[in-house]
Each structure stands twice: as C-alpha cells, then as structure tokens.
C-alpha cells in the first residue's frame, strides 16, 4: 500500500508541474476561449462562465482516474 501511494503522489507531482509549464510558457493559451464558455463585459462587470473548459477537465480527470484506478 505504502509503494502505490508513493508512486501515485510522484505521478501527480509531474502531472502539476507539466500542467505548470505549460501554462508558464503559454501553451494553454487557448483553454478558457473554446466555443461554449460565455464571456460577458460591459462597463465595471465581466461574467466569465467556462463551460466547454470545465467539461474537458472533467472528461480529462475520469479518463485519468479511471487508468489509475484499474493500475492501483
């Protein structure tokens, strides 16, 4: 149990600082701007409502927690 932890929290670990690069370096520049997030700014009000990206992190998460799960 102790090893699959410790390996799972290593995974994770790289998993944060790729997602950390990427960000840094731009390459993510496009989440956020998809076709379906709502984006609305008049004056002192913006409303930001990222649909579309929130449905791609979540079907990203399960199909990753899903890989670990049939693995741990």
């Known amino acids: 149990m102790d090893r699959s932890l410790g390996l799972l929290v290593v995974i ?3 998993f944060v600082i790729v ?6 370096s731009g ?5 956020g701007r998809l076709p379906g997030d709502i ?6 009000v913006r409303v930001y ?3 579309v990206s929130m449905l791609l992190v979540s ?4 199909l990753l927690f899903n890989v670990l799960r049939r693995f741990f």
């Open 12 to 14: 994770g670990g790289v």
């Open 19 to 24: 997602i950390g690069l990427l960000i840094y």
């Open 27 to 31: 390459g993510l520049g496009w989440f």
């Open 39 to 44: 984006r609305y700014e008049s004056g002192n």
């Open 49 to 51: 409502v990222p649909i």
């Open 59 to 62: 079907l990203a998460l399960t």
